[in-house]
Nanobody, 119 residues
């Protein structure tokens, strides 16, 4: 049973930090690339950051603006997203998801975790 459980969200003030975790189970974790996505109220889901199966290659969307860092610990089946210098515009439900190498589709969305950033 594939599970991708996001945690670590909550309330932060503008300029503050949060670290999100994505705990994976039910599949061979180090066979998959992991992406972080978010969806704000009334807006489309957007990609935020991505990391390859080994953890050696990372990518950040423009919305990260140099403020976020993605990492993974394959021994713990966990991916992290460190978010610094948070802005109210970062308020959204955050999701992690997976894809196989050479496959563009992400296949398990889960429920996500809410991040709220106050002014």
């Amino acid at each position: 049973d594939v599970q991708l459980q996001a945690s670590g969200g909550g309330l932060a003030q503008a300029g503050g930090s949060l670290r999100l975790s994505c705990a994976a189970s039910g599949f061979t974790f180090d066979d998959y690339h992991i992406g972080w996505f978010r969806q704000a109220p009334g807006k489309e889901r957007q990609g935020v950051s991505f990391i390859d199966d080994s953890g050696r290659t990372t990518y950040y969307a423009d919305v990260a603006g140099g403020r976020f860092t993605i990492s993974r610990d394959n021994a713990k089946n966990t991916v992290y997203l460190q978010m610094n210098s948070l802005k109210p515009e970062d308020t959204a439900v955050y999701y992690c998801n997976r894809r196989r190498r050479w496959t563009p589709m992400y296949d398990y969305w889960g429920q996500g975790i809410l991040v709220t950033v106050s002014s």
